[in-house]
C-alpha cells in the first residue's frame, strides 16, 4: 500500500509539473506573467510533499492493514489527485476567488481524508500502540482544518489572504513532527 501510494503521489507531482509552460516571449516581463502559476505550483508541490513524508512516518508504525485502511487510504489518494487541476486553475486565473476556494476545500477534504485514515488505522492497533502514542492528540491536525475552513471564507473577499493561511499551514508542517520518529525510537528501546 505504502508503494502504490508513493507512485500515486509522484505521479501527481509529474501531471502538475508538465502542466508549466515555458513563456512564449524572451524577456522578464514574460516570465513575470508565470508568477501565479508558479506559485500555485510551488504551494501544491509543497503540499504534496508534506503529505508523501507524513505518510511516509505514518506507515513506519503501522503494523497491519484492513480493507477498511485500504479504501481510507484510496479515499485520500483522491482527493491529492485534484491537486493539479485546482493548482491550474489557482495559477491560470491568478488567484481568483473561486479557485482560491476550491483550493482550499481540497486541502480541507484532504485534511479530513488523513484524519479518517488514521481513524481507521487506530482500532486495529490499540490504544497503547506505537501509532496511538505517536498520533497523539493530533492539535496540528485539528488546527489545519480550522484555518482551512476560515481561509475558504476569506477567499471570497481576499483570495491573497486565504492563500498566505494555506503558506501559513504548510509552513506549519514544514516544521519537523517528530512524533512517529519518538515513538518509533521508543518501541525499538
Known sequence: ???????????IITI?????????GADWASLSSLIPVFLSYALSFLFLGIYWNNHHH?????????????WANLHLLFWLSLFPFCTGWLG?????????ALYG?????????????????LPLHGKDSTLAVALGSDVKGRASIAVYVGAIGAS??????????????????????????????????
Do not use: K, N
Open 1 to 11: 500500500m505504502e508503494a502504490f501510494s508513493d507512485a500515486v503521489i509522484a505521479i
Open 16 to 24: 502538475m509539473v508538465l502542466e508549466l509552460q515555458a513563456p512564449h
Open 58 to 70: 505514518l506507515f513506519q508504525v503501522v503494523r497491519h492493514v484492513d480493507g477498511r485502511v485500504l
Open 92 to 100: 491560470e486565473t491568478h488567484f481568483a476567488a473561486r479557485p482560491v
Open 105 to 121: 476545500v481540497v486541502l480541507l477534504l484532504a485534511a479530513c481524508a488523513y484524519y479518517v485514515l488514521t481513524g481507521a488505522l
Open 156 to 189: 471570497f473577499f481576499s483570495p491573497w489572504l486565504a492563500y498566505g493561511l494555506y503558506v501559513v499551514v504548510a509552513i506549519a508542517w514544514l516544521i519537523p513532527d517528530r512524533r512517529m520518529e519518538r515513538a518509533l525510537a521508543e518501541r525499538r528501546a
